[in-house]
């Protein structure tokens, strides 16, 4: 069975920084495109970030786009998220997902491997 553990969370004030990472594990672990997505209280889940297993393909949502920086290391089959510039409507818990395929995609449905989550609190 497939792991991944979120890691880096924490509370910071606006315009502070935060490095989240997700660490991957188990015996049928299969390289594919990693995501971040988030939820704060009372909303759906929302995309944050995507790139694809190769590293050619980075996608990010247009709120985050600028401030948020998504990288992997298929060696140690991790996937960070630097969160620069953060923002109170940044606050929520962040999951890493795994892909179903090589390619990155902003869709949910796209990744059957979630993370427990990682909660970041940005105060104003």
């Known amino acids: 069975q497939v792991q991944l553990v979120e890691s880096g969370g924490g509370a910071v004030q606006t315009g502070g920084s935060l490095r989240l990472s997700c660490a991957a594990s188990?015996?049928?672990?299969?390289?594919?495109?990693m995501a971040w997505f988030r939820q704060a209280p009372g909303t759906e889940r929302e995309f944050v970030s995507t790139?694809?297993?190769?590293?050619?393909?980075?996608m990010y949502a247009d709120s985050v786009k600028g401030r948020f920086t998504i990288s992997r290391d298929n060696d140690k089959n991790t996937v960070d998220l630097q969160m620069d510039n953060l923002k109170p409507e940044d606050t929520a818990v962040y999951y890493c997902?795994?892909?179903?395929?090589?390619?990155?995609?902003?869709?949910?449905?796209?990744?059957?491997?979630w993370g427990q989550g990682t909660q970041v609190t940005v105060s104003s």
């Open positions: 790139i694809s297993l190769s590293g050619a393909t980075i």
């Open positions: 188990g015996y049928t672990f299969r390289p594919a495109a």
């Open positions: 997902a795994r892909g179903r395929w090589a390619s990155a995609s902003d869709l949910w449905t796209a990744y059957d491997d």
